[in-house]
């Protein structure tokens, strides 16, 4: 066979520049010659479709492109021009993409000429396809009219004029499965440039993967095919790169009244990558959302973090996934949470083992690990640090099979962010819980004292997950006098401040009650204190019991604090009528003092008005709801603590009429004569 023809680049009015770098880029495989512009059409002379393959090139210097352009008769076979524009020849050349396919004249404006040599590469490969599939027509026409028996024909004579000039590619396959003719297109296609591509198995196209599901795709009844319009087969091209096809078979009669099979062939890979792409954005937007959802959801950390791994095996085609913290103090690598594909255990198999040295070097190195081989039998191993206001949280790892998209790695990046970010805030709440603990803890007696011949029970809950410090407290304690002194009372305020105040109002009351625990005396000097700090105001009950009588006497005093309730032997509960000026507000105030008797079987019951205003102002309970519940609460027959039933039955019951409105402490004291 004849070496193939060289190309030839004719040059007119180009900058020296220009030149070369078009010689640089095409000068092993054309021949650039620089001419006037008066020469041009004498270069280009000759039958359209039979003269010497050129491509021309038309300066911005040049003032009459388009005649020029006229004047040589593109063809795309074997001549191509490109005009380079200008903004004061703009104008004149917009006709030209009207006038002339774009395989024939092609318009570059001056603004884009370092596109010029990518462009004049494209033309000319474009011309050799054209000269290639002649080629093809010629050599098996001279087969045909040889006598040589082959029965096989190229797209002229089997497709007709309008198959083999139509933009969608066509091939004729005989009853072996190899290719029997085809047209421009699908040359273009599947790079048919060699005529022993006639004897060529379409099958031996496609991997081998592919290839069973191919001829049974081609086999199939139409009806069969008709539920998988769009089969797409994948393959990779001559070049290297990847090329997806949607192929539609059909059975047809050529000009001898033999069968056929005519498979129309189109090009899917721009459409199957942008649907791919589509796809792997789409389902990691959902990834993130799921891991945002799972991250900042309550719960205990480890069980978030498990959704966490999870979403990213579901949405990231993994084999596996593991979160791991820095254990402190030392900084070592903690297993935290993991995942793998189509089994719902946390538990730490042996893949677990396998990434723990890698996400040791990650943690170390502070840098993701992507594409690294694992040695069970993954298609790839990705870690990424975990790191939140530079501070190394973690590592996030993911093991992942041969389906995973090629953007996983920037997936991985962003979920572990928002897991560095989820772990660090959760790590701080559990600073702020303990310090919040800490505070508290000395503004509640440790634990309640016994009283002999009496049940004494309490509890309290802070509003909110533990962060903030109440305002509410209460306190149980003997007197040297022998007289048990039990107050219950709220701090206008939350937080630190509202925890000084406490400690201000409890260290009065148990200091001034070392004196006497005359009402009169200890609420005075627990006014001063609080006036002479300048502290928000102060609400409380302060009893003193007197046990020696028979029954108990209790001395009550209120400072602007709901009113106690009593419950009798008998289940009857009543308001008591004690009122008084609230603390710290007014100065020179006068707390009277109510008594009573507490008789066997009966029960003190001292609150907050968490209990009663739980929501806020606006949705109030009345202390008379309280009494009729604990009229209603029956306590257990026999010697039983009915001090703790009750305090118990009260926290309940607040917590399931209040739900989620509840907005402030709770706080319950109860003294039971036994």
Not at 309 to 324: E, F, G, I, K, P
Request: charged content about 20%; hydrophobic content about 45%; proline content about 8%.
């Amino acid at each position: 066979m004849s070496q193939p023809t060289r190309s030839r680049v004719l040059l007119a009015g180009v900058f020296p520049e220009v030149v070369a770098a078009l010689r640089s880029e095409l000068g092993q495989v054309a021949d650039l010659r620089e001419i006037a512009a008066e020469e041009v059409v004498a270069h280009t002379e000759g039958v359209p479709g039979e003269r010497h393959p050129t491509l021309v090139v038309l300066g911005r210097r040049l003032p009459a492109q388009v005649g020029l352009v006229h004047a040589v008769r593109p063809h795309p076979a074997d001549l191509a021009v490109i005009a380079v524009s200008t903004p004061g020849t703009a104008a004149k050349l917009a006709t030209l993409p009207l006038l002339f396919s774009s395989d024939r004249a092609r318009l570059l404006p001056d603004t884009h000429i370092d596109r010029l040599p990518r462009l004049a590469t494209e033309m000319l490969r474009s011309m050799a396809r054209r000269r290639t599939y002649s080629a093809g027509l010629a050599a098996a026409q001279r087969q045909l009219t040889s006598g040589a028996g082959i029965s096989r024909q190229l797209g002229d004579h089997l497709f007709g004029e309008f198959l083999t000039q139509a933009p969608v590619g066509a091939l004729m396959l005989d009853d072996s499965g190899a290719l029997a003719a085809w047209n421009h297109k699908a040359a273009e296609i599947l790079s048919l440039s060699d005529p022993a591509s006639l004897s060529r198995p379409l099958a031996s196209f496609f991997p081998p993967s592919a290839r069973d599901r191919l001829a049974h795709h081609i086999a199939a009844p139409s009806e069969q095919r008709a539920a998988d319009p769009d089969a797409v087969f994948e393959r990779v091209r001559p070049d290297g790169g990847d090329q997806a096809l949607r192929l539609a078979p059909q059975q047809v009669l050529d000009t001898e009244g033999h069968q056929r099979t005519l498979l129309l062939v189109e090009d899917v890979t721009a459409r199957l990558r942008a649907e791919r792409m589509l796809a792997e954005r789409t389902s990691q937007a959902l990834l993130s959302a799921e891991v945002a959802a799972a991250i900042t959801a309550p719960g205990p950390l480890d069980e978030r973090l498990h959704r966490c791994v999870r979403a990213a095996v579901n949405r990231l085609h993994a084999t596996s996934a593991c979160v791991w913290t820095v254990r402190s103090p030392g900084g070592g690598l903690q297993h935290a949470a993991c995942a793998t594909a189509g089994s719902d255990e946390a538990d730490a198999p042996d893949h677990v083992a396998a990434a723990q040295s890698l996400a040791r070097d990650i943690a170390a190195a502070r840098c993701p690990l992507p594409g690294t081989p694992t040695s069970g039998g993954a298609a790839g191993f990705i870690g990424h640090p975990l790191v939140s206001g530079g501070e190394l949280i973690g590592v996030l790892t993911l093991a992942t099979t041969p389906r995973a998209p090629g953007t996983t790695a920037d997936a991985v990046g962003n979920i572990a962010d928002q897991i560095a970010v989820g772990i660090q805030q959760d790590q701080l709440l559990e600073r702020l819980r303990s310090t919040a603990r800490a505070l508290e803890s000395p503004l509640l007696p440790p634990h309640l004292p016994a009283l002999p011949g009496f049940g004494l029970a309490a509890r309290y809950h802070p509003f909110g997950s533990g962060l903030q410090i109440g305002g509410d407290f209460y306190d149980v304690f003997t007197a040297p006098d022998g007289r048990h002194v039990l107050v219950l009372g709220d701090v206008c305020g939350k937080g630190p401040a509202a925890a000084a105040i406490t400690g201000l109002v409890r260290h009065t009351l148990w200091t001034a009650a070392q004196h006497t625990t005359d009402p009169a005396h200890v609420l005075t000097l627990v006014d001063h204190a609080l006036r002479r700090e300048n502290t928000p105001f102060c609400t409380l009950v302060y009893a003193v019991l007197d046990p020696v009588p028979t029954p108990a006497r209790l001395h009550l005093v209120s400072a602007g604090h709901p009113p106690p309730l009593l419950r009798h032997a008998d289940g009857t509960t009543e308001l008591l009528d004690v009122r008084g000026p609230l603390l710290g507000a007014f100065g020179n105030v006068r707390h009277p003092v109510t008594e009573i008797d507490l008789r066997p079987g009966e029960t003190l019951v001292l609150y907050t008005d968490g209990f009663t205003e739980g929501a806020g102002p606006y949705n109030q309970r009345e202390p008379e709801d309280l009494a009729a519940l604990l009229a209603k609460h029956e306590l257990p027959a026999g010697p039983g603590d009915h001090a703790d039933h009750i305090v118990a039955a009260l926290m309940a019951e607040a917590h399931t009429w209040w739900g989620r409105r509840l907005r402030d402490d709770l706080a319950v004291l109860a003294l039971t004569a036994r």
